[in-house]
């Protein structure tokens, strides 16, 4: 580990990546055993080592853990192989991550919204189906298409050669899990599901920033020119700190502390391990705006589950409730697109 940067945080680091990298094997192992508690457990440490590598992967997309660009890339390489997120090199999944920062706007490929309003009535039916049953069935079609747009846009066809032979990797390991015990498949499902659901369920709630197409960007060459002042004071009014606990912090490390975002956007390049204590500076315990416990959310989770898919409003957030808050979709920092 001699990697890491000096004084931040080394056993932090070591224990999250340790995490991570065991977590996944074993709970993997524990999917294949005939007991049911094995296996809800062997769920649920699968799934939370695939959001410890996917907030690591964020992690090292800002360089914050290793004292070269090129070990940062390299661990990041390994995390995305780790949750799936592979199909997209480091650099892309970095240089649409820096955007968010830099641009203080989500910059995307298309806007996703527009994407459910031009689909067959049919695949838009089923996807508002599936997402009414808590299958994240948008997420899982934006991560379909980082590997299909290859093959149908020509000018993504240099991904091709790259992506062949992933999927001559990957494939055939799924396909070898579900020949040993279909059971281990189906529970490996859920435990990723789970993992996009709490990775969806943080970035829904986190900003209110608008959506921009890269098409766009190219036109007015890379600046955004609307008129509105994207400066600091618009990032954090636009920035939110969905915190999973603010009576027990320790509870958002689930989350690789991802919930303290507005101190994430204060300072960008601050180890995941450093953000309670500037959330602290910054906040002290107030729990009003832009503070918003996890607890507060659930309802708006729930009652605007299929209306997000379309919607270009994020809603109306206060302090007294955040149930009108709609939120976003399709904004996930794994899917470079």
Request: proline residues 5%; glycine residues 4%.
């Amino acid at each position: 580990m001699h990697l890491i940067k000096p004084n931040s945080g080394l056993l932090q680091n070591f224990v999250a990546m340790s995490f991570a990298l065991l977590g996944y094997p074993v709970g993997i192992a524990m999917l294949f055993a005939t007991g049911w508690f094995f296996n809800i457990v062997g769920v649920l440490l699968t799934a939370e080592a695939l959001i410890i590598s996917a907030y690591l992967l964020h992690e090292f997309s800002h360089r914050s853990i290793c004292k070269t660009p090129l070990d940062n890339q390299r661990w990041g390489t390994l995390m995305s192989w780790i949750n799936g997120s592979c199909y997209s090199t480091f650099e892309e999944i970095r240089i649409k991550h820096m955007h968010h920062h830099v641009d203080r706007a989500d910059v995307l490929t298309f806007n996703v919204q527009h994407l459910m309003r031009d689909m067959p009535n049919f695949a838009r039916n089923l996807i508002k189906a599936l997402e009414w049953m808590y299958i994240p069935a948008l997420e899982i079609l934006m991560h379909f298409l980082v590997i299909v747009l290859p093959f149908v846009r020509p000018e993504w066809h240099y991904k091709r050669p790259r992506l062949m032979a992933i999927l001559l990797v990957r494939v055939p390991l799924f396909a070898l899990m579900a020949w040993v015990s279909f059971k281990a498949w189906l529970l490996y499902l859920l435990a990723y599901c789970i993992m996009l659901t709490a990775l969806r369920f943080a970035d829904a709630f986190q900003h209110t920033y608008d959506v921009f197409l890269d098409d766009e960007l190219k036109q007015s060459g890379g600046k955004i020119v609307d008129g509105k002042l994207r400066d600091r004071a618009y990032e954090q009014a636009n920035t939110y700190s969905n915190l999973v606990s603010l009576h027990y912090p320790w509870l958002n490390l689930l989350l690789l502390n991802f919930p303290y975002h507005n101190a994430h956007h204060e300072k960008p390049i601050l180890p995941w391990h450093q953000l309670p204590k500037l959330h602290a500076e910054l906040f002290g315990d107030s729990s009003r705006l832009p503070i918003i416990p996890m607890g507060k959310l659930m309802r708006a989770y729930h009652r605007h589950r299929i209306t997000r898919l379309q919607s270009d409003d994020y809603g109306i957030l206060t302090n007294d409730s955040a149930n009108a808050f709609i939120g976003a979709a399709g904004v996930s920092f794994l899917t470079a697109l």
